[in-house]
């Protein structure tokens, strides 16, 4: 297979598994998804779907965040992880909403980047999610995936999002990142893997990768 025919397979095979793609952040507009996304770093997307009912129950814009302190966000966040880092993130930048942006998220990777505690994958993901601007946020799935399809030399997430970003087509960056997270999860996770159920990897994949699977089976 040609790369150019490796990137139409795996379109089309996310596109039959995934024909709708859920977002797995819960939120309900741009500000209560840039909170998720924060939060969901080095946790799950479970993780946080539980705890923020729980922290927009008390404030679930920027105005009512910063009437809190960083010890009651702080409080109420602690079973996602880096709580102290998160919460200092989310006052901060919740603040800096109110005095810079009219208390709204602007649609704008600069703007979002220059936010505390905002990377570019949480930019990307707002921008993509919130405002449908394409981007290709790279997530540990994304990452993995990736390199596992031969589609990138696995370096670091910032030459993966180049490569994903050279090789599909824009206007499906926002709808593919999304598939290929959930693909992951439930296909080609990290642990626990089988690669008869992953038919992309098991169709593409780079043959180092496949050839340590073998050797790992047959011990």
């Known amino acids: 297979m040609t790369k150019k025919e490796k990137v139409s397979f795996v379109i089309d ?5 995934y024909p709708e793609i859920p977002i797995p952040l819960d939120h309900k507009d741009p500000y209560t998804l840039l909170i998720a996304v924060l939060l969901s770093a ?22 009512d965040m910063v009437k809190l ?11 996602v992880g880096l709580s102290p880092m998160k ?20 649609a704008d990777f600069e703007a979002l980047e220059a936010l505390p505690a905002v990377g570019h994958k949480t930019a990307s993901v707002v921008m993509s999610q919130a405002f449908n601007v ?5 997530d540990t799935h994304i990452h993995r ?19 994903a970003k050279r090789l599909f087509p824009k206007d499906l960056w926002n709808r593919l990142h999304l598939q290929i997270i959930w693909y992951g999860r439930q296909y080609s ?10 038919i992309i ?3 593409i994949g780079r043959k180092t990768v496949l050839k340590e699977y073998d050797r790992k089976k047959k011990k």
């Open 145 to 163: 995936l990736m390199y596992r399809w031969n589609l990138t030399n696995g370096k670091n997430v910032k030459q993966t999002e180049k490569d």
């Open 13 to 17: 095979t996310l596109n039959d598994i």
């Open 134 to 138: 394409p981007a290709f946020p790279v």
């Open 189 to 198: 996770p990290a642990r626990g893997w089988d690669l008869e159920k992953d």
């Open 87 to 106: 919460s200092k993130g989310i006052h901060g930048l919740s603040k800096i909403l109110l005095e810079k942006h009219d208390g709204q998220v602007p």
């Open 201 to 203: 990897t098991k169709t």
């Open 69 to 79: 302190s960083v010890e009651e966000i702080r409080e109420i966040i602690k079973p």
């Open 42 to 63: 080095q946790s799950t997307d479970v993780r946080v779907n539980q705890i923020t009912p729980l922290l927009f129950e008390v404030a679930d814009n920027p105005r």
